[in-house]
């Protein structure tokens, strides 16, 4: 029996829960928020991978990989997956990993985890597993059974309002009687991103915002 992949959904996104404008992010100039990205997309788990050539893994459509400035692809320090319906087979699992940063490239969001189990299966570890966007990607991964779609990293983006032409497809609210989804504590966040996250509204360049951690029920 082959152990789950869990994925956890990493985002920035507005109080509608705008997440991007013109093929790229709605704003610009949140550089630590962006520095909070890479720092815990790259983090290895505690357990177990010390000492192995593991990394993290992170799921992207196309979309998303052409919004990265060049030279910041591939995510470094990253397993890169890039999904593309046009892509029509992935890379055996015997291909090399060597602990490189890809991108490989998947047709699916179910191909680019069946590719990360088969890694998983071999010596290569396979830290956790980050789904990056965009909102069909995130909408790919929000219909996943609970125990694969888990965990979102939400950094609510609450002032200025900025303009938005691609959405999450969820709603995160913190009252919401019986949804699926709750908000997790300060503490939780910590845990899981192995640091300690700033708490409360914070302010860079006029935008304010807030790290939050949210759990399926
Ligand atoms: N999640 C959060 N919290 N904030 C984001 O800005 C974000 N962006 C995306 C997905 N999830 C997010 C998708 N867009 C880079 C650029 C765009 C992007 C994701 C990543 C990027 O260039 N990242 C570099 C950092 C470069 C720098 O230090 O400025 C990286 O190494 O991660």
Same mark, same amino acid.
């Given at each position: ?26 704003? *610009? ?9 890479? $720092?815990?997309?790259? $983090? ?5 991978? *010390?000492? *192995? ?19 910041? $692809? ?22 090399? /990993? ?56 939400? *950094? ?5 309002? /900025?303009?938005?032409?691609? /959405? /999450? ?47 399926? $029920?």
């Amino acid at each position: 029996i082959l152990p789950t992949i869990e994925l956890t959904l990493v985002l920035a996104a507005t109080r509608d829960m705008g997440i991007g404008l013109n093929g790229g992010l709605p704003w *610009t100039g949140l550089k630590k928020e962006m520095a909070y990205f890479a $720092r815990v997309t790259k $983090r290895l788990p505690d357990k177990q991978l *010390t000492g *192995t050539k593991a990394l993290n893994a992170v799921i992207m459509g196309r979309k998303t990989w052409d919004s990265i400035p060049p030279k910041f $692809r591939p995510l470094k320090g990253r397993l890169n997956i890039v999904i593309s319906r046009s892509v029509t087979s992935i890379p055996s699992a015997s291909e090399k /990993f060597e602990s490189d940063e890809g991108p490989v490239m998947a047709s699916s969001l179910e191909q680019a985890i069946n590719y990360l189990r088969q890694q998983q299966q071999r010596e290569h570890k396979v830290g956790k597993v980050f789904v990056i966007g965009g909102g069909q990607i995130y909408g790919a991964a929000l219909v996943l059974p609970k125990e694969v779609s888990k965990r979102i990293l939400l *950094t609510r983006v609450l002032s200025p309002e /900025f303009e938005c032409d691609t /959405f /999450f497809p969820l709603e995160l609210k913190d009252e919401a009687a019986g949804s699926e989804w709750e908000r997790k504590s300060k503490e939780e966040l910590n845990e899981f991103v192995g640091e300690e996250v700033p708490e409360g509204v914070q302010v860079e360049n006029g935008t304010e915002y807030e790290y939050q951690m949210w759990e399926r $029920r």
